[in-house]
C-alpha cells in the first residue's frame, strides 16, 4: 500500500507540470494549442517567421533538446541557447516534435504550419428530405488536407481532428417578453462527408457560413455561404389567462377542477412568416373510452375565447402550420376540467352578533350557470333577493335587521349540463343576547 501511494505522488508530481514548462511563440499570428494527446501537445502556427520554443525547467543544469519524425528512436539532438533554467531553440521545422531531455517529464511538443492546410471550402449547399421539419443536410464542397502527428512514444500516425463552425440566423423564444427574438445559431462540426447534420433547422430564413475554426483564429479563413435558405420549419408556444375572479364560497380546486362558467383565452405564437395556419381544437373526453375523441370547437385564429360551462373534462390543443403545410408543431395539450353543480346552504348564521364572523348568508356553490336565491319570512313574503351566487344577504331589510328566527331560503339554478333546478331550506337566524 506504501508503494503504491508513493507510485501514485511520484506520477503527479512527473506529469502535473507537462505542459506548462513549454511556450511557442512566433509566426504570423499567436499560436494555437490545439490538442493533448497523453503527454503530447499540438501547437498550430501561421507561418514558422521568428518561431521559437522556450523550456523552463525547474531543476538546475543544462538543457539538451531534441526533435523527431515519427518517435523518439529517430531523434536528433538540436542546438540551444539557455539562460540560468530557461532555454529555447528557433530554427523550428513543421511537422516535427520537439522535447527536453527527460521527455517523459516534460512531454512533446508538436509543431504544425497551418498556413499549409488551410481548407479550401468553395461550395455549401442545402438538401432537404422527407425529415426536413427536424433536420436539415448540408453537403460541402471542400478540400481538407490532412494533418498527420506523432506522439514520440508509438511511432503510430495519428490525424488532427479539425474544427469547423456554422453559423446560421434563427429566433429564439423569450418566454418572459412572449416573443421570438433574433439570435445567431453556431455549431461546431468535426467532419464535413459525407455531409453536415443540422438537427435544430431554422425558424427564420437564413443563409448558412461555413469556416473553419483553426483558420479563424489567425484570420487566413476562407467561408463557404450558402443560398438563403427557406425556412419551413414551425415552432408555437401559447399562453392561457382565466377571465374572472372566484367567489369566497365557490368551491373548486384550482388547476384540478374548475367552477363554471369559467371562460379562457388561449393565445398563440409562433415564428411568423414561416408560421402560417392556426388552428385550436377544443375536445371533450369521452367517458367510456378515455379519449378525447368530440371535437367541439374548431378555431382557425392565433387567438382563442372560450366559455366552458359543462360538466366534463376537455383538451385543447393548438397546431400550427407552415404555408405549404409540410412542418406541423403540435404543443402540449392543455387539460381543463370542470366540476359538477353543488349547492349547499347552511342551517344558520347570525348578522350583526359577530362582525365579520358567519355574519351573512351566502350559498356554497360549484359549476352554476344561472342563480337566483330568495329569502321569504314565515309569512311568505319576499324579503331579499341576489342573482350573483357569490354574494349573499346581510340579515337586513329597509336598513334594520331582522327578528332572529327560521326564514325560507328558496334557491333557483340552471346546474352545469344544463337543467334548471331549484332547492329550498329553513335557515335560522341567530343573534347573542347582550
Request: hydrophobic fraction near 35%; glycine fraction near 6%; charge should be negative.
Amino acid at each position: 500500500m506504501k508503494q503504491s501511494l508513493l507510485f501514485i505522488i511520484a506520477t503527479f508530481f512527473l506529469f502535473c507540470p507537462l505542459f506548462a514548462q513549454y511556450e511557442v511563440s512566433g509566426g504570423n499570428s499567436q499560436p494555437l494549442s490545439v490538442h493533448k494527446n497523453g503527454i503530447t501537445e499540438i501547437y498550430l502556427l501561421n507561418g514558422l517567421d521568428g518561431a521559437q520554443i522556450k523550456f523552463t525547467s525547474s531543476q538546475p543544469g543544462e538543457h539538451q533538446w531534441y526533435r523527431y519524425k515519427e518517435s523518439i528512436e529517430d531523434a536528433v539532438s538540436v542546438p540551444c541557447t539557455q539562460n540560468g533554467n530557461i532555454s529555447s531553440i528557433t530554427d523550428i521545422q513543421e511537422g516535427y516534435g520537439y522535447y527536453v531531455d527527460a521527455h517523459m517529464a516534460t512531454g512533446y511538443i508538436w509543431i504544425v504550419d497551418y498556413s499549409l492546410y488551410v481548407p479550401r471550402i468553395s461550395g455549401l449547399k442545402v438538401e432537404e428530405d422527407e425529415y426536413r421539419c427536424e433536420q436539415l443536410k448540408l453537403i460541402a464542397d471542400a478540400d481538407v488536407p490532412t494533418v498527420y502527428y506523432y506522439t514520440g512514444t508509438g511511432g503510430r500516425r495519428n490525424v488532427l481532428q479539425r474544427n469547423f463552425r456554422l453559423t446560421y440566423n434563427t429566433l429564439s423564444w423569450n418566454e418572459e417578453q412572449k416573443t421570438f427574438l433574433p439570435s445567431e445559431a453556431a455549431l461546431t462540426v468535426t467532419e464535413l462527408f459525407p455531409e453536415i447534420l443540422v438537427d435544430n433547422p431554422p425558424l427564420t430564413n437564413t443563409a448558412f457560413t461555413l469556416t473553419d475554426v483553426f483558420a479563424d483564429h489567425f484570420g487566413i479563413t476562407q467561408a463557404a455561404v450558402s443560398e438563403e435558405y427557406r425556412a419551413i420549419k414551425v415552432e408555437a408556444h401559447y399562453s392561457v389567462e382565466k377571465d374572472r375572479e372566484f367567489g369566497d364560497n365557490e368551491k373548486y380546486t384550482p388547476d384540478k377542477m374548475e367552477s363554471a362558467p369559467i371562460g379562457y383565452t388561449f393565445t398563440a405564437y409562433a415564428n411568423e412568416p414561416v408560421a402560417t395556419f392556426y388552428i385550436w381544437k377544443v375536445s371533450k373526453q369521452d367517458p367510456v373510452t378515455g379519449e378525447y375523441s368530440n371535437t367541439i370547437v374548431r378555431y382557425t385564429d392565433p387567438v382563442l375565447r372560450y366559455t366552458f360551462k359543462n360538466t366534463g373534462n376537455y383538451e385543447v390543443q393548438l397546431e400550427v402550420d407552415d404555408a405549404q403545410s409540410i412542418c406541423t408543431d403540435m404543443p402540449e395539450a392543455i387539460k381543463v376540467s370542470i366540476d359538477s353543480t353543488r349547492i349547499e346552504i347552511p342551517n344558520a348564521f347570525s348578522p350583526g352578533s359577530s362582525p365579520g364572523v358567519n355574519d351573512e348568508l351566502k350559498v356554497s356553490f360549484s359549476s352554476v350557470l344561472s342563480f337566483q336565491a330568495s329569502v321569504f319570512n314565515r309569512w311568505g313574503n319576499l324579503l331579499y333577493r341576489w342573482t350573483d351566487p357569490a354574494k349573499g344577504w346581510n340579515g337586513m331589510v329597509n336598513g334594520k335587521f331582522v327578528p332572529t328566527g327560521a326564514y325560507l331560503l328558496v334557491v333557483e339554478y340552471t346546474d352545469s349540463v344544463g337543467k334548471k333546478r331549484s332547492k329550498s331550506q329553513m335557515v335560522n337566524i341567530l343573534r347573542s343576547k347582550n
